[in-house]
C-alpha cells in the first residue's frame, strides 16, 4: 500500500484527478528505422509478457477469474477508450491485440493451430497418424468448450456495460 497527495489540476474550471496511460509516443518524434525496430521488438516482447502474467494470474496465482477475460464485446469498448488516445495508442493496441491472438492460437489446445501441432508431433513420436476420427472428436470437443467460453466471456461483457 502506497499513499499519494494528489492535487487536483484546474480543467475548464473544475477540479480534476485522474489516472492514465503515459505512453512515449515514437510515431510523433524524430528516431531512426533503428530505433523504431528495437521499440517494436521490446513492445512486442512486453506484449507477450503480459500475456503470460496474465495466464499466471489466472491458473497459478487465482487473482483472476475467467470472469475478468474480455471478448469480442469488450475489446469493442477498450478499443473505443483506446482511440480518444491517438493514433499512436491505437496502432499500439492493435499490435498487443495481434501478438495476443497469435499467441492464443499456438497454445496447444484442441480446435486450435496449436492443437493441430500438437497433434503432427505425436503422430512424429509415435511413427503413425492418430486416428482421424479420434482427432475429430476431440477438436469437436475443444471447439465446443470455446463456444461456451466465447458465450460465457461475451454474457459477461454485456453485464460490464451495464453496471
Known amino acids: ?79 473505443s477508450q483506446v482511440v480518444t488516445y491517438g493514433l499512436t495508442s491505437v496502432v499500439i493496441w492493435i499490435s498487443f491485440l495481434s501478438v495476443n491472438i497469435g499467441i492464443m492460437n499456438l497454445l496447444p489446445l484442441p480446435a486450435l493451430d496449436g492443437g493441430r501441432i500438437l497433434f503432427v508431433l505425436i503422430e512424429a513420436v509415435i511413427g503413425r497418424p492418430v486416428d482421424r476420427k479420434v482427432e475429430g472428436y476431440i477438436h469437436a470437443a475443444g471447439l465446443i468448450l470455446f463456444l461456451g467460453l466465447f458465450v460465457f466471456v461475451s454474457f ?3 453485464l460490464r456495460l451495464f453496471k
Open 1 to 79: 500500500t502506497k499513499q499519494l497527495v494528489i492535487t487536483p489540476n484546474l480543467v475548464d474550471g473544475t477540479p480534476k484527478i485522474g489516472i492514465g496511460v503515459d505512453y512515449e509516443h515514437p510515431l510523433r518524434s524524430e528516431h531512426s528505422l533503428g530505433y523504431a525496430i528495437k521499440y517494436s521488438a521490446l513492445q512486442t516482447k512486453n506484449a507477450f509478457m503480459q500475456i503470460f502474467e496474465t495466464f499466471k494470474m489466472l491458473f497459478v496465482t487465482k487473482e483472476a477469474g475467467v470472469s475478468d477475460l474480455a471478448g469480442p464485446i469488450g475489446i469493442y469498448t477498450m478499443t
Open 156 to 158: 459477461n461483457d454485456v
